[in-house]
């Protein structure tokens, strides 16, 4: 069994660490769950980036086509692209 410590830190056991593939230098998040502590590896940022990559590429053969930015758009739609370009702008500037 494992002990806390009295900084609060624990020893996952080296089975654990492996099947989780959690190695020196691995983030962690630790949250609870049902009472209980969960302790799950973060996801590598390459494999998030791959995911992501994939989303794209699977969603953007459904897009259809998109309108131009010279032609009248909805009214809502409009609000959101000023808000966007308001917020670039921001975060240009500083």
Same mark, same amino acid.
């Given at each position: 069994?494992?002990?806390?410590?009295?900084?609060?830190?624990?020893?996952?056991?080296?089975?654990?660490?492996?099947?989780?593939?959690?190695? %020196?230098?691995?983030?962690?998040?630790?949250?609870?769950?049902?009472?209980?502590?969960?302790?799950?590896?973060?996801?590598? %940022?390459?494999?998030?980036?791959?995911?992501?990559?994939?989303?794209?590429?699977?969603?953007?053969?459904?897009?259809?086509?998109?309108? %131009?930015?010279?032609? %009248?758009?909805?009214?809502?739609?409009?609000?959101?692209?000023?808000?966007?370009?308001?917020?670039?702008?921001?975060?240009?500037?500083?």
């Amino acid at each position: 069994m494992t002990k806390v410590d009295s900084k609060g830190r624990i020893v996952l056991p080296k089975e654990v660490r492996e099947r989780l593939g959690i190695t %020196p230098g691995t983030e962690v998040d630790i949250h609870e769950e049902d009472g209980k502590a969960v302790v799950e590896p973060e996801d590598d %940022p390459e494999q998030v980036i791959e995911r992501m990559e994939q989303l794209i590429a699977d969603t953007s053969s459904d897009r259809g086509e998109t309108t %131009p930015l010279d032609e %009248p758009v909805n009214p809502i739609a409009q609000k959101h692209r000023d808000a966007v370009r308001k917020g670039a702008e921001k975060t240009s500037d500083e």
